[in-house]
Structures are given as C-alpha cells and as structure tokens.
C-alpha cells in the first residue's frame, strides 16, 4: 500500500515552528491517529510560506513542497489548508496557473484531496479594512520596532523578557491559570537562544517587506482569484467556524487575565467588521452544502456569522466536512488547552467553550475524508466528481 503524504500550509502570518510554538497544535497528531486506526502509512508535511506576502509568492512555496514529495515516493498527495492557506494551495494545484518557482509538478492527478480550515475563499471584510495605507504602515512599523530590538542582541532583550515575566506573574504568582504568555514564554521566550532571535527577525523582516496579502483578501481579489482558477479533478472538503458574538459580559469576563484583557478588543472590532460583508460577495451554499449544514449544525450558520477574522458562508467550497463552533485560530490547536504535559495558549480569546474533544471530532472528520481515498479507489473517484460539481457550482453561482 503505497504513502499518503499530507501537506499542511499556514495561513496569515503563518509559520512552521519557532523554537516549540508551532502553528499546527496538536493537528499532525490528530491525522496520524485516524491514520494509525485504518491502517493506512501517513506521511505529514508542514510548508513554510512567507507570512504576508502575495498568494502567488505563497503558493509558489506550496509548489516546491508537492513537487518534492512527489519525486520522492509515489503515494497520493493531500492538502489540508488553513485560512489562506487554502487559497495558496488552490493557486499551487491550478495547471495553468504562472508561479515564480521553476519546481513542476509532473502529474496534478497525484494530489486527490484539498481540505480548506475557515478559508477565505470568498475574501473577507477584514482585509479591505485593513489594506489601506494605514493598515500597511501599521503592520510596517509594528515590525520595525520589535526588529529594533532583536537586533540590539541578546542579553538586552532576554533582561526585558524576564522583567516582562516577572510582572505578568505577578497576577497569578501561583501559575493556576497558565495562559497564553505562559506558553509564549515557556515554548519560545524562556530559552531565547541567537538561532530562535534570528528566526524572529527573518519572520519581522519578512512581514515589513512584503504585505501585499492585505489586499489580495478583499472580496473583489478573490473574486478575481476564483475565476482565474479552473479547479483540477480532485475531492475538495471545507471545515467552517463561527465564534461568538462579543458581548459586555464577555469583556468584563476578559479582565481577569491579562493577555485576553488586551486582545479581546481586538477580537470584538475584527469580528464586528467581518460581519459587515456585502451579501452579493458570497454565494449562498448550494442545495447539497444546505443539507449538511443543516446535519451538521445544530443552528445553521447566518451570512453575519463569522469565525472573528473569515465570513463562515466565505469558508465554503466543496464538501462542508465540519461546522466548528470556534474562532479563527481555535481550529488549528489554538484554544487554551493545557494538563500536566500540554500548553496550549488561547491566541484569540473569543470565549468559544471549544475544547480538546471538539478539536479531536474536527480533525478526526478532516481524517476521515483524506483517508476515504485509501478504502476503495472506485467509491472515490466517484466522490471526486461529486465535490468536484459542487465546487463547480459553488464558484459559478450568481448571488441574487
């Protein structure tokens, strides 16, 4: 039986692992386990991608890594893609697409599944909010000063780091909440060696060079995007979310930790403004995403609900594999979890109650779906048309 090779690709400001934080908490696992059950030999790969630069610069890493792959060993391809992620694997598996990279992919059909995770297939308001002059020079000079200071070496930053401990501790001197800071200290911050400094920098740099990112997420970007991509024969699957909907009581409750104290306002202004989308951006999901949603929800998504950074109806293309009640980076092992072994900080702290068997149900679905390609070649081919038509639909809908 050959090697099924799993490809996950990052998405906004993505990155594969700085010192122990990694991007994908906990998923790798969650996939070798349903694997692992079946029987079936999996092989997982993660992209590194430029964290905000163009979907075609993006996408063109994700080329490098299939085409890689597939000189290497002869088993199936599989893409799972978070946010943008899913757009720069779409970009990457389009044959006539033109990427700066001279890797080939010599047969696309080797790539038999594409799971896109709170994907903004549709764009999102956020990212015409936020693509402005403003929104660059913000993101600029945010990169700019912490630059300045990695740069000025080691032992001023790590004095800094330990002071900056210091104080946060001091609100919970016995660690019986361990948090978000606390993993960014203990994973990334409490043995700042110069190679984890320099990967930070190189990140930073990355960041204040290139934003061309912003823009290509607005819903006209997209639009251009989905026309200009013919989707090849292959079984596509989306995992959708949706967070709460901040609230004054969700604000006060935020004052008792100090991380989510200062990004839950953040999280309120993103989720509000990725409420406001026009309607005629995204098509409505067509008969057979209708019937899953409502299979699969208890409540059926509305066009105002959104994960705090995506629309949910935005998510949508193919198979709706999942409807997750969570926010935007909950999905990918971000959502405060932690035991004796494991911690896992709550890095958009929406107050969404998903927790670690909701997370193991999500991604034992997305399992599922790439691993139906190993039980009976004939039945999946036949899905694969399947998926295929109604991504078809899905992009050639008209809104009304």
Sequence with gaps: ???????????FFGFGNFGDLRYFSGVREAIEREFARRGVELRVTEVATLPTASIRQRAASVLEVLSAIAEHNDGPLHIIGHSTGGLDARLAIAPTASLPTSAKLKDFRRVRTLVTVCCPHFGTPLAAYFSDVWGRFLLRTVAAYFIFWLERGKLPVKVLLRLWHFVVRLRDPFKKRPGTFDELYQKLLGDFSDERRLALIDFLKAVSLDQSLLFQLTPASCDLLNACTADPDLRYGSVIARAPKPSFRLLLRSSFDLYSQIVYP??????RIAARGKKWHVPEPVAAQREKLAALAEQPPSAADNDGIVPTYSQI??????VAEADHLDVVGQYGFHDAQTLSGDWLPSYSRFDRAQFETLWSSVARFIAEDADSPHQAEERAADADRTARDQAMTTPK
Aim: charged letters at 0%; aromatic letters at 8%.
């Design 1 to 11: 039986m050959p090697i099924h090779n799993v490809v996950l690709v990052p998405g």
């Design 266 to 271: 953040v999280y309120a202004l993103c989720h």
């Design 317 to 322: 293309w193919g198979s709706v594999l999942h």
